[in-house]
């Protein structure tokens, strides 16, 4: 009797065992995170990634670009932030009835033109503005693996982005608040630049998998607007300490713009000319009725 007493106590030690190491492998800890459907386990001390999706309305190509850039910021749930730029040719309008609305912004032609990106065609993209086999511009095919390389080689954010914003519907004015606090002192001329985004924009876009073009395609995440030009502002001096914060207001009155304001975002990035996008941040403007 002593001996199966004792089989039994040993095969209840060794089934907790079991249990334990079985759920103790979910436990995770800081500071790692879910990405809330059991997928990938995401670092978030590590900076965000910047995508600029280079696009145009009658670029067959493009909604192929849009498709991967989607997929990316699922996979990276938080930590990828997407702005569509509509330049070059194929974002110019046609006088009929199809393609003859205007996304492009002249922030977006000036990046275009300075890197060069309508010369080897339609999607492209840059991530952080950083190099990827000694590009910084690159065709869609490379988006993914040039975002693994800056994910597993910047692993400690360098600044915090708050944002807030707000449109209110009685002036027609959105007003947003940007505050960054640097974590990391900086040795380089920093720069902050704040754009509006707009999502669902019904309108034309030409498809290589539909012949005749797509009347109400839907438009994401497309830049409407910098309230600092095209390359931002100075934020404080060459030499940034750990400690430095910086804040600023902006404001812009919209009555004369077709934009749908329940469809807008704030968005802010900051860079430095060698080092590319160290932090990115959005914020959905909300409604003051």
């Known amino acids: 009797m002593k001996s199966i007493k004792h089989l039994l106590i040993l095969a209840t030690l060794i089934i907790v065992g079991i249990i334990v190491s079985i759920t103790s492998c979910d436990v995770i800890e800081e500071p790692y995170t879910k990405d809330g459907n059991g997928g990938q386990i995401l670092d978030t001390n590590r900076p965000n990634i910047l995508l600029e999706e280079f696009t145009g309305h009658k670029c067959v190509w493009c909604p192929n670009g849009s498709k991967i850039a989607k997929t990316l910021e699922k996979q990276y749930p938080g930590k990828v932030f997407i702005v569509a730029i509509h330049c070059g040719e194929m974002a110019k309008p046609e006088s009929g009835e199809e393609y003859n609305y205007d996304f492009r912004t002249a922030e977006g032609t000036e990046l275009d033109n300075f890197y060069k990106v309508n010369i080897d065609g339609l999607p492209r993209g840059m991530i952080n503005r950083t190099l990827y086999n000694n590009r910084q511009t690159m065709g869609a095919s490379n988006w993914g693996n040039a975002i693994t390389s800056f994910w597993n080689n910047n692993k400690t954010r360098q600044v915090d982005i708050e944002l807030s914003a707000l449109y209110n519907a009685n002036t027609k004015t959105i007003t947003g608040n940007v505050k960054l606090n640097y974590l990391v002192a900086q040795s380089k001329q920093n ?21 005749n073009g797509i009347p109400d395609y839907q438009h994401n995440d497309v830049l409407r607007y910098s309230f600092n030009g095209t390359w931002g502002e100075n934020v404080g001096t060459t030499t940034i300490p750990s400690d430095f914060v910086f804040e600023k207001n902006y404001s812009l009155q919209i009555s004369d713009r077709d934009w749908n304001p329940n469809n807008l975002r704030l968005i802010a990035f900051v860079y430095d000319d060698d080092n590319g996008v160290k932090q990115v941040m959005d914020t959905k403007i909300k409604i003051k009725e």
Do not use: H, K, M
């Open 191 to 211: 720069r902050l630049s704040v754009w509006i985004l707009e999502d669902n924009i019904i309108n034309w876009q030409a498809s290589i998998e539909a012949p």
